[in-house]
């Protein structure tokens, strides 16, 4: 598959990273070769494999269901650009 | 033209965990703003997440009460969106290997009827905060305890085919998530939550027409009207040489309607990917048959045995086995008085208005089951007659006693079946009453039987309603006609 400067421009957007235009030419190559390399990888039978949704060859241990937080709002909310009734505010968000 | 609806649902369960699915958060609702939201939950850099092992036995318990495939093997994946009220940038959820595969549940439609509807597959995943868009400032508030609340979400097949359907399907779900104690099933406060996605085709084609997805469909009701709009949307639409897009609208209850939610395209690519941050979540059959074992009995279950085994009527048993709450109380009223018929003719009638009247739930009935199945045999065993049993459960229902036999001593509402006492108040009751007595030798013989009415009126009074009404008719019967 080839990669065109509509793709990078659109991951960018998706991902909500601003890139320059000099920037985006760069990432078409750079992404180019790693599709490339992936279709390398396409190109291996694959037949009677399970595919891999976790390089470690472990499963996930479970948490017994307890409380153990407890309330840290002042402290989290220290860092944050406005607060208001211990709400976090953010630029409004209209639908 | 004939058109047909073809309707599936995407139920969001919250499920009834104490903390959250990957964090040691309380889920409790209604705390005050961010008190319950965690490093984990607000997405700091350097957190992991840790999945809860409640939450997934209660996937699992879903999953086997609607006979469903559980994957031995799941994985959580990202699905990656921004909006304020989800801090990481994306929803850990399961897109390619849900916990819970394909499955069924059984409908009950309103004829008594049923349906199976078949489940595609039903994932966990985590809930995202809350946006308050009242004006602060010009901007929006964000609350996150609700983020990281773990959510089953319980894809139905399209094969429901009108809003009735729909609604006995969301009924179903309801009864078995709250029977298994999964979820409290509370739609007011959002623990069960419905996206509708609704299509019309001509009658008699295979292919199925394009659909529109209705958020915020919160409530039964709201389930079918939703519907209903929506399908004459559609069809008027198309009618009109215009054709349905494929979107997702809104269902405003205010106005009865849905509208287009017009949200950028780029939206709805959520690129998904598995989540390095969790392993492959890994099921054995042991662990599989251990849940098994700990089912408790599911409300189809239920219905058949009320309908085969106690007697009840299909529409009995249905309306009785939809709540876990309900049935149990009706199992220990029966239990009490030993009658099926009488418990659930009682649950359902006098008990049900009363709670309904008064806004309770049959969990917080003031008459116990105990009190009602005793009441009840009081009924059988002819100690009261039916008028004074609904007064005996007034005053149990008022706590004015704490036994129906404590109620009906204090009340001196004994039936009296002594055949003496009854024949004296028959005799004075005609000796007072000389001008109906005429009337009634004097009338034809087929109107008797009406007249009659007007002497046991009497006689019932005279005994302050304790008489037995079958030996006050047979008596009077007889007396009136010695006369003639």
């Given at each position: 598959m080839a990669i065109e400067d509509s793709h990078v421009r659109r991951a960018a957007h998706l991902a909500r990273l601003a890139i320059s235009d000099d920037q985006a030419s760069g990432f078409v190559d750079d992404l180019s070769r790693i599709i490339d390399m992936v279709d390398q990888l396409q190109s291996i039978d694959t037949t009677g494999i399970s595919p891999l949704s976790h390089p470690l060859d472990a499963t996930q241990r479970l948490r017994a269901d307890e409380v153990t937080e407890t309330n840290q709002r002042d402290t989290f909310q220290r860092c944050a650009p406005a607060v208001e009734n211990g709400l976090y505010l953010v630029p409004r968000v209209v639908e | 033209?004939?058109?047909?609806?073809?309707?599936?649902?995407?139920?969001?369960?919250?499920?009834?965990?104490?903390?959250?699915?990957?964090?040691?958060?309380?889920?409790?609702?209604?705390?005050?703003?961010?008190?319950?939201?965690?490093?984990?939950?607000?997405?700091?850099?350097?957190?992991?997440?840790?999945?809860?092992?409640?939450?997934?036995?209660?996937?699992?318990?879903?999953?086997?009460?609607?006979?469903?495939?559980?994957?031995?093997?799941?994985?959580?994946?990202?699905?990656?969106?921004?909006?304020?009220?989800?801090?990481?940038?994306?929803?850990?959820?399961?897109?390619?290997?849900?916990?819970?595969?394909?499955?069924?549940?059984?409908?009950?439609?309103?004829?008594?009827?049923?349906?199976?509807?078949?489940?595609?597959?039903?994932?966990?995943?985590?809930?995202?905060?809350?946006?308050?868009?009242?004006?602060?400032?010009?901007?929006?508030?964000?609350?996150?305890?609700?983020?990281?609340?773990?959510?089953?979400?319980?894809?139905?097949?399209?094969?429901?085919?009108?809003?009735?359907?729909?609604?006995?399907?969301?009924?179903?779900?309801?009864?078995?998530?709250?029977?298994?104690?999964?979820?409290?099933?509370?739609?007011?406060?959002?623990?069960?939550?419905?996206?509708?996605?609704?299509?019309?085709?001509?009658?008699?084609?295979?292919?199925?027409?394009?659909?529109?997805?209705?958020?915020?469909?919160?409530?039964?009701?709201?389930?079918?009207?939703?519907?209903?709009?929506?399908?004459?949307?559609?069809?008027?639409?198309?009618?009109?040489?215009?054709?349905?897009?494929?979107?997702?609208?809104?269902?405003?209850?205010?106005?009865?309607e849905t509208r287009s939610m017009r949200t950028k395209e780029e939206a709805n690519d959520y690129r998904y990917f598995p989540c390095p941050d969790l392993l492959p979540v890994v099921l054995d059959q042991a662990y599989l048959d251990h849940l098994r074992s700990q089912l408790p009995e599911l409300p189809a279950d239920k219905r058949e045995r009320f309908q085969n085994e106690l007697g009840l009527s299909a529409y009995d048993a249905n309306v009785i086995s939809a709540s876990r709450d309900m049935a149990e109380f009706f199992e220990a009223v029966h239990s009490e008085c030993g009658d099926a018929k009488q418990a659930a003719n009682w649950v359902q009638g006098e008990l049900s208005g009363a709670l309904n009247r008064e806004s309770l739930s049959i969990a917080n009935s003031p008459i116990s089951a105990r009190q009602l199945g005793e009441l009840i045999s009081r009924v059988l065993d002819d100690t009261i007659n039916g008028k004074a049993a609904k007064e005996v459960f007034q005053a149990l229902w008022n706590g004015q006693g704490e036994s129906a036999d404590e109620v009906i001593e204090a009340k001196g509402l004994k039936q009296v079946t002594d055949t003496g006492a009854i024949e004296a108040m028959i005799d004075q009751v005609i000796a007072d009453s000389p001008a109906q007595v005429a009337q009634y030798r004097d009338s034809e013989p087929e109107k008797r039987g009406k007249m009659i009415g007007y002497f046991v009126g009497q006689v019932m009074k005279a005994s302050r309603g304790t008489a037995n009404p079958q030996q006050v008719n047979g008596l009077l019967k007889e007396k009136l006609d010695a006369l003639l």
């Open positions: - | 033209m004939q058109w047909e609806t073809v309707i599936g649902l995407e139920v969001h369960v919250q499920l009834a965990t104490r903390s959250k699915i990957f964090s040691g958060a309380s889920t409790a609702f209604g705390a005050e703003p961010n008190t319950q939201a965690c490093a984990v939950d607000l997405g700091l850099p350097g957190v992991l997440p840790v999945l809860n092992e409640q939450a997934v036995a209660m996937a699992v318990q879903f999953g086997l009460a609607v006979h469903a495939d559980i994957a031995e093997v799941s994985v959580f994946d990202r699905k990656n969106y921004f909006y304020p009220d989800l801090p990481k940038g994306y929803q850990t959820s399961q897109m390619y290997h849900p916990i819970v595969g394909p499955g069924e549940v059984e409908i009950t439609l309103e004829d008594g009827s049923t349906k199976h509807i078949r489940i595609h597959h039903a994932h966990l995943e985590e809930d995202a905060g809350k946006s308050l868009h009242e004006d602060f400032h010009g901007m929006t508030g964000i609350d996150l305890n609700r983020a990281g609340t773990p959510l089953l979400e319980i894809v139905s097949e399209p094969d429901m085919r009108s809003a009735k359907e729909a609604a006995a399907y969301l009924k179903a779900i309801h009864s078995i998530v709250t029977y298994l104690g999964i979820s409290d099933g509370n739609m007011a406060e959002g623990s069960m939550r419905c996206d509708v996605n609704v299509s019309v085709r001509p009658k008699g084609q295979e292919a199925f027409g394009t659909r529109a997805e209705i958020k915020n469909v919160n409530s039964f009701r709201f389930v079918e009207r939703a519907i209903a709009f929506e399908v004459e949307r559609q069809i008027e639409l198309i009618e009109d040489g215009g054709s349905v897009v494929q979107e997702t609208r809104l269902f405003d209850p205010d106005r009865d």
